[in-house]
């Protein structure tokens, strides 16, 4: 399993990491929160899906008991 940082997909999809700060926050694009912290980090298998896929995956969205939050493609989740 290899994790991308913010920065790393940002500079991937050809966008600022203000952008990719925001549709995290709207979970638009696969990518998992840390419970207690305000780190991101993406997969990059999900996120090669769904960029694959043209955004078009829908996304299923996993609350953790501390905080953290799962957003993955619904296909790849299965």
């Known amino acids: 399993m290899t994790y991308l940082t913010v920065e790393e997909v940002a500079a991937l999809l050809g966008c600022s990491t203000r952008?990719?700060?925001e549709r995290?926050?709207?979970r638009e694009i696969p990518c998992r929160r840390l419970p207690g912290t305000r780190r991101?980090?993406?997969l990059e298998a999900e996120l090669e899906a769904w960029i694959e896929s043209g955004g078009t995956i829908p996304l299923?969205?996993?609350e953790g008991e501390r905080g953290g939050?799962?957003?993955r493609p619904a296909e790849v989740a299965r």
Do not use: A, Q
């Open 60 to 62: 299923d969205v996993v």
């Open 19 to 21: 952008t990719i700060h």
């Open 24 to 26: 995290t926050r709207l």
């Open 69 to 71: 939050v799962v957003v």
């Open 40 to 42: 991101v980090l993406f």
